[in-house]
């Protein structure tokens, strides 16, 4: 990797923010028939560009980040379906390059606060991953993937262990067992250590942050802070309880939105919102845990027009918010219609300050920059975009065709896997810009289209990357792929 830009003010510190579980419809300048007033959200597409076509690579937590960090394709690494627990081991590659190790070598400060779930190494104290000597370090976590300093939990904020852990140690030993109140307020019984609240958890990373850019505003920084919330345990603190007038899922969709607005505040008062790029988006869909149903009363869809939610290759389960500011580039009050991937980052981030990406690393990462700053192209960013639901089903989207390699959802709405009506086609070819919908099935009319986006998928893993460059490999190797010979 060569950096052909020195180190310095003119580099743009960048704060990346990524709720957990908010879809798209839940951000009201994305959604005009919103029942919650993001003002914050709504404040950044008014200062930047709001994107309408952002999409994850996965419809689940774990995998999306494994992406957004490492620029490939979830589905390449060793997690084939479902998500990681807080116990589970790190699913990062060792010596693989993410987002912050290129940064950190190109001169920034680096710091990751919040929710990890990418897997760490515990200390075992017994022959139960739930056996952990909470006295010894943390091996393998953010500080092993170029992050200087972490501030954070392991995995989602209903699963244990319910510790804090500050780069390699944990803050407190757990010194007591906790469990779900009531059905929103919803975790996993575990641990919990004597210094952790589950009500706390999102202020104090929140002040975590404003601390972290005070005390690196001097310097270059990234910092990537991925919310435990809204996911459950759905629990706003009492400022905000009632306040979005509809049920608890809402108001904890405002406090998010005060997390930004705390943030650019900081930014602003420390002189420094100019030349910092500030990205919030999504790692899915919302989760079926918000309600929908008591949603619906209120007339608010978090998954707005689109079909399906968390965990499906539907729409509803990809498809994000995705905002991003930066004053001194990007105009004001943008908007784009292009289709992007949260694998982008990495690229991106690299012709900003200026990297030659390896061709082992970012192997599904496309640089948005031309779009960020408005410039012209010859044509989409993206040949395609791979998305990938809870149990493992591919879809791959090209212009407006998308098709989906399963019967149904391939996640938890209807028709869920194996629950699909007897004789329903194996897969799902929808054109978007007639049927943003997705529920009129053209498979039958258009073979060569079904064909065309197969033979491209086929491709993309055979190669193990789906950019210009050497052909990569895939965790699993050809075992794996002979489990794709159906496509």
């Known amino acids: 990797m060569t950096n052909s830009r020195a180190a310095g003010k003119d580099k743009p510190n960048i704060v990346y923010i990524l709720a957990d579980d908010m879809g798209y419809g839940d951000v009201s300048c994305l959604n005009e028939h919103s029942k919650l007033h993001t003002a914050h959200l709504d404040g950044m597409a008014a200062a930047g560009m709001r994107f309408t076509d952002g999409h994850s690579s996965s419809a689940v937590c774990t995998p999306s980040r494994y992406s957004i960090l490492t620029g490939r394709y979830n589905w390449r690494s060793s997690l084939k379906q479902g998500v990681m627990n807080g116990y589970s081991k790190p699913l990062i590659e060792e010596g693989r390059m993410t987002v912050a190790s290129l940064l950190k070598e190109a001169g920034y400060r680096t710091a990751c606060i919040g929710k990890w779930h990418l897997g760490l190494d515990w200390a075992p104290s017994g022959g139960q991953p739930s056996d952990v000597d909470y006295e010894q370090p943390v091996r393998n976590g953010p500080n092993a993937y170029g992050f200087d300093y972490y501030y954070g939990i392991s995995a989602s904020l209903d699963m244990p262990p319910y510790v804090y852990i500050e780069n390699d140690r944990v803050t407190a030993a757990p010194d007591r067992i906790t469990r779900a109140v009531d059905d929103t307020a919803w975790w996993r019984e575990g641990p919990t250590g004597a210094d952790f609240c589950h009500e706390e958890v999102l202020p104090r990373c929140t002040e975590k942050v404003l601390e972290t850019i005070d005390r690196l505003r001097d310097e270059p920084f990234f910092i990537y802070y991925p919310l435990p919330a809204p996911h459950t345990p759905i629990m706003p603190t009492k400022e905000f309880l009632g306040k979005s007038g509809t049920n608890r899922y809402g108001d904890f969709v405002l406090m998010c939105d005060d997390v930004v607005g705390k943030i650019l505040q900081k930014l602003e008062a420390c002189g420094l919102t100019r030349n910092t790029i500030v990205l919030f988006t999504s790692d899915n869909g919302c989760s079926p845990k918000a309600d929908y149903g008591a949603l619906a009363e209120f007339g608010h869809n978090p998954s ?76 989409p960013l993206r040949e395609a975009i791979v998305h990938h639901s809870i149990n493992g089903s591919f879809s791959i989207r090209k212009g407006d065709w998308k098709l989906e390699l399963c019967p149904g959802s391939g996640g938890w709405s209807d028709p869920r896997p194996g629950q699909e009506p007897e004789g329903s086609p194996a897969v799902q070819l929808y054109d978007l810009s007639r049927d943003i919908g997705e529920r009129v099935n053209v498979q039958h009319e258009y073979p060569e289209i079904v064909e065309e986006l197969t033979s491209l998928l086929r491709a993309y893993v055979q190669q193990g990357r789906s950019t210009p460059g050497r052909v990569q490999g895939n965790a699993g190797g050809a075992q794996w792929e002979r489990t794709l010979e159906w496509m």
């Not at 292009?338 to 640089?367: K, Q």
């Open 304 to 379: 707005y027009i689109f079909r399906g939610q968390k965990a499906d290759i539907y729409e509803g389960g990809h498809r994000v918010p995705l905002l991003v500011q930066w004053p001194e580039r990007i105009a004001a009050g943008s908007v784009s219609q292009e289709p992007v991937c949260l694998t982008d980052l990495m690229a991106t981030v690299a012709e900003i300050v200026g990297v030659r990406l390896p061709e082992d690393a970012a192997e599904d990462s496309v640089s948005n920059l031309r779009v960020w700053l408005g410039r012209e192209g010859d044509g």
